[in-house]
């Protein structure tokens, strides 16, 4: 199984098969317009136009699980960030990426790429936030907040998940490695 094997919805309601990025380098991230990470799109704007002319597209699926951080319709999230933070590359409909009602594409992220710590600028704050959460945080795969983002490599596999909080040079540097 790979990331090719499944279907999402655009803003618009249409669903998009995934086999449509066949043989690009992805990198999938949960977004939200109104959290601490938003500036992100800053960087991830810069990483997507530094590589995309070599089959590089981050995909980004809005989700309002953490903090009602993502308020609107996908449709709305979506032109506030064309406009706002010039977001150039596909958005999807917002989701939620755990628990009952999860998207399925996310279910398997995740468990291709397990949680494994938070690490990086900012991390000892977001874990402070995460034990009042959920003081078993680290004992499961769950997305832990906004920004959280998975690289997958051209045959589709996920290979590697960056907690929020890890380095965009980081994600940057291995965005370049496996093209």
Known sequence: MSIYDFEVKDTSGNMVSLSE??????????????????????????????????????LDFPCNQFGNQAPGTGEEIAATCRSEYLVPYPIFEKIE????????LYAFLKQEQPFKDITGEGARKLKMVLKVMDRHYKDN????????????????????????????????????ELL
Do not use: H, M
Request: charged content about 30%; glycine content about 6%.
């Open 21 to 58: 990025y066949e043989g690009k380098v992805l990198l999938i991230v949960n977004s939200a317009t109104k959290c601490g990470f938003t500036p992100q799109y800053t960087e991830l704007n810069e990483i997507f136009n530094e590589f995309k002319d070599e089959g590089f597209v981050i």
């Open 97 to 104: 990426v755990n628990g009952e009602n999860e998207e399925p």
């Open 141 to 176: 795969n769950d997305i832990k907040w906004n920004f959280t983002k998975f690289l997958i490599d051209r045959e589709g596999n996920p290979v590697q998940r960056f907690e929020p909080t890890e380095s965009l040079d980081d994600v940057r540097a291995k965005v370049k």
